[in-house]
């Protein structure tokens, strides 16, 4: 595979006017016949050849301006189209036909078929697999689409932008036509033909149009596309309140589709989506399916203008719309939900999928310099560290100048292809800021580690805190200058008030309210005239994504768990606490006894859990102990994960039996008897009981409370809970093969549940859990071919099953990498995916790490890999 590199970026020699295209579905095949209006770049060179992109296509006919054109003026191969001679001036149409096999397409890139239904996925380069073109970001069109298909097989014909025309072309067949008239990049064409069902209702937008929603599911199961038609609605009425945003087009659709390699996709008009972010009910979904609707629909839905409206010169500026749009995900959910709680998980999520991703071999900056294949930089990094960029971007700032900053973005790139340097100018004249130093959070790459030390002078009543930031040089190589971080903080006296001091700075950094903004690798701010020592409360709301060392005693963070105004921070001093403790245990010899944490790190959690004065969902979280993975990464090197584990195993066990009065009421507390609703509030009730039950179920070691629990469950997420326990705490027993072969029964009809019980499964803490997944691996409802199904099975098993993947004798490793081989043939997307869990090889014990590298390199030596898992394992072996 080539490597592309940013350095490289030059634009075409043909500017596209106009595109129109006619889509004739039929059983087995598909004929496109698109029309492209074309004209030579004023002075791009008079000889220029038009160079097209394709993936595995046919060339049926090609013409120019109404005339076939002669073997010697174009050369077709399955991957690109050269065409020569055309007008040195002036438009032509170029026609072409192509003929292409959505039932064979098994990579689930370009137009293709899910349980009959057709349709597209073309982000990033899914397009050049249904037609020869300039299939690239930069290039910007209007779209005319006219699909055809038999009525009976697709009553719905859907495409982008607003319908203009349908109707019946005898035989059978029938054809609709879609008009799209904003420019839009290739990537976000889309087309849906099928026998769908559909939940329909209007919003009124801001200046008073009508736009006509659709949520497009399989037959009989519009009506569980409710709740993603609420929250879609709320999205629409969010984004014109918060950024000014008004939706355009007169319709918006969703598709939901069950073989989908991502999330969802923001199609113009047309987002489609993966139909676990759309489909819901109460039996079916738990809290965090509610909650992962809601964010994806938002998510696509702010795509509108951040992406669609306004999208990326070229695949190197991914965040400029990934990162700017989940910042805005996030943000919604935020406002929507409970903002402390919703900051905690997506700190835990950048902390479990990116801070890895920065500190190992795939390591990137927020902006890659190169790529061999686009498809494996959709990542945590352009992601969610994107995402803590624009954050960032934002407090540097404050609200009012970072709207000012949005308003101007959204104003003078409306309609273009943009970059990262035109998005923070946008911020650098609203804020009258320089954000040149800032910008290297988009170059370098590698999680800053942030030391915070401390000094209280008791003569001077002085409070003096050093700073200090450094960068290790990492796989990507990019760079370890000082960057700008921001942060927050604040002095909290023994009552839990605010203290006012005045600061002073010596060194590289400047103070601003409550914010520091440390810009060199150094300085300190002394606190002066205060009564008596203050506690520091650092970093609050994480708001700089870096690693914090701070020198805190273990008394302060106690304090701090206690006191802090800043919840987010009360959380975080807990964690801290317990991720200490956890982490210090593990780095003991086994047979060591000694408890993985301190009594007053439990009683201190313990009284967090029980403080009826704080939100349900925020003691939930309180109780969610670091995980086996972020305890792994926080080693660094040398993990043993049967030593994490049962680390883990014991601290639990500690918690539970110290609280069991607590953890008996908090579980009872939410009987099958209250009705479910899917807010935030009734679901943190639910997140603080059944985490409640966890406990004492590790406690008390008793599997028939937790079936009893099971059977009595009203609803997804509390059933789901207690299988979990009994699944994972009880393997084998009566109590939970009984409940696993219950579950089976009740929703085996049903594939979005089924999952779950395959991940479940793949998930149970135990080496032999292998043996369950291999015996899964040829359950007859298994299948390569859905990537939900996959992911599910063998991507939870590798990526949250910690005990049974990094087995000793590495037979986790060779089941996942015979998989991943098979699987590259059908799906190399999801298989190089699912691949990255072999990343951290190195950190593991010698017996681990020396067979960890065995398989990659099995794995990279295998024979036809694809350019996407070839890509990911030898990246992973530098
Ligand atoms: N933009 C798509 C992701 C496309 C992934 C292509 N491999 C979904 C999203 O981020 O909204
Ligand atoms: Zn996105």
Known sequence: GQTVRLADYRRTDFVLRGVDMTLKLFEGRTEVLT????????????????????????????????????????????????????????????????RIAPEDNTKLMGLYRSNGIWCTQCEAEGFRRITYFLDRPDVLAPYR?????????????????????????????????????????????????GDLDALRDTFLTMSGRTVELGIYTEKGRARQAAYAMDALKRSMAWDERRFGREYDLDVFNVVAIADFNMGAMENKGLNVFNHKYVLL???????????????????????????NRITCRDWFQLCLKE??????????????????????????????????????????????????????????TVYDKGAEVVRMIATLLGEADFRKGMDLYFERHDGEAATIEDFVACFEQAGAVDLSQFALWYAQAGTPTLTVTEAWDPQERRHTVRLRQSLAPGAARTGTEPMVLPIRFGLVGGNGEERRAEGRVAGGARLDGDLIVLDGR????????????????????????????????????????????NLFNRWRALDDLLSGGLTRAARRPLGDTAPSLDGAVVDALLASAGD???????????????????????????????????????????????????????????????????????AGRRALANAALAYL?????????????????????????????????????????????????????????????????????????????????????????NPNRVRALVGSFAASN???????????????????????????????????????????????????????????????????????????LK
């Not at 029309?35 to 090609?62: H, K, Q, T, V, W």
């Not at 989940?326 to 999520?349: C, L």
């Not at 991703?357 to 310099?369: A, F, K, S």
């Open 35 to 98: 029309r492209l209006s074309l004209e030579r770049r004023p002075g791009a060179p008079a000889n220029a050849a038009l160079e097209l992109d394709g993936d595995e296509l046919i060339l049926e006919s090609i013409a120019v301006d109404g005339a076939i054109l002669e073997p010697g003026r174009y050369d077709a191969t399955p991957e690109s189209l050269s065409v020569t001679g055309l007008p040195e001036t002036g438009p032509f149409e170029l026609a072409i036909e192509t």
């Open 612 to 682: 009826e004065e704080l939100d349900p969902a925020f003691r939930g979280q309180v109780l969610t102990l670091p995980g086996e993975a972020e305890i792994a990464r926080q080693l660094g090197e040398g993990v043993d994960p049967d030593r994490v584990h049962a680390v883990v195993e014991d601290a639990r066990a500690v918690i539970g039996r110290k609280g069991l009065s607590t953890f008996a009421r908090l579980a009872a507390a939410e009987g099958s008897d209250v009705p479910f609703t899917p807010d935030a509030a009734s």
């Open 697 to 785: 179920a590790a406690a008390r070691n008793d599997p028939a409370e937790v079936a009893a629990r099971y059977r009595s469950a009203g609803n997804m997420t509390d059933r789901i809970a207690a299988l979990a326990i009994l699944g994972h705490r009880f393997p084998q027993s009566d109590a939970s093969e009984e409940a696993l072969a219950d579950f089976y029964r009740r929703y085996e009809t049903d594939e979005l549940v089924l999952d779950k019980w395959f991940a479940l499964q793949a998930t149970a803490p135990f080496h032999d859990a292998l043996a369950a997944v291999e015996r899964l691996a040829g359950h007859p409802r298994f299948t390569m071919r």
């Open 323 to 380: 990162g700017l749009t989940v910042y805005r995900d996030q943000e919604f959910s935020a406002d929507e939900r409970e903002r402390t709680v919703q900051r905690i998980g997506s700190v835990r999520r950048l902390k479990a999928h990116q801070f890895p991703e920065d500190q190992g071999p795939l390591q990137h900056p927020v902006r890659p310099g190169e790529y061999r294949e686009i498809n494996n930089f959709y990542t945590a």
């Open 145 to 193: 689409v006219r699909i055809e298909a038999d009525r009976a097989a697709a009553p719905v014909l859907l495409s982008n932008g607003n319908p203009v025309e349908s109707g019946d072309l005898g035989d059978g067949r029938h054809f609709a036509v879609w008009d799209d008239p904003f420019n839009k990049p290739s990537y976000l064409f889309a087309v849906v033909a």
């Open 522 to 565: 150094e300085a300190t701010v002394t606190f002066a005239g205060l009564s008596d020592r203050p506690y520091l409360s650092v970093l609050r709301d994480f708001s700089a994504p870096v690693t914090l060392e701070h020198d805190q005693a273990e008394a302060d963070r106690l304090a701090l768990a206690r006191l802090d105004r």
């Open 802 to 876: 910690q005990v049974a993947f990094h087995r000793p004798d590495g037979a986790g490793y060779r089941f996942v990498a015979e998989k991943l081989v098979a699987l590259d043939r059908i799906n190399p997307q999801i298989a190089a995916r699912i691949a990255t869990t072999f990343r951290a090889w190195r950190s593991f014990e010698a017996g681990r790490r020396a067979k960890l590298e065995e398989t990659l390199r099995q794995i990279a030596e295998t024979k036809g890999l694809s350019k996407d898992l070839g890509d990911i394992v030898d990246r992973s």
């Open 281 to 307: 009910d109460p039996d079916i979904a738990t809290d965090a399916d509610y909650a992962g609707v809601e964010t994806v629909i938002a998510h696509e839905y702010f795509h509108n203008w951040t992406g």
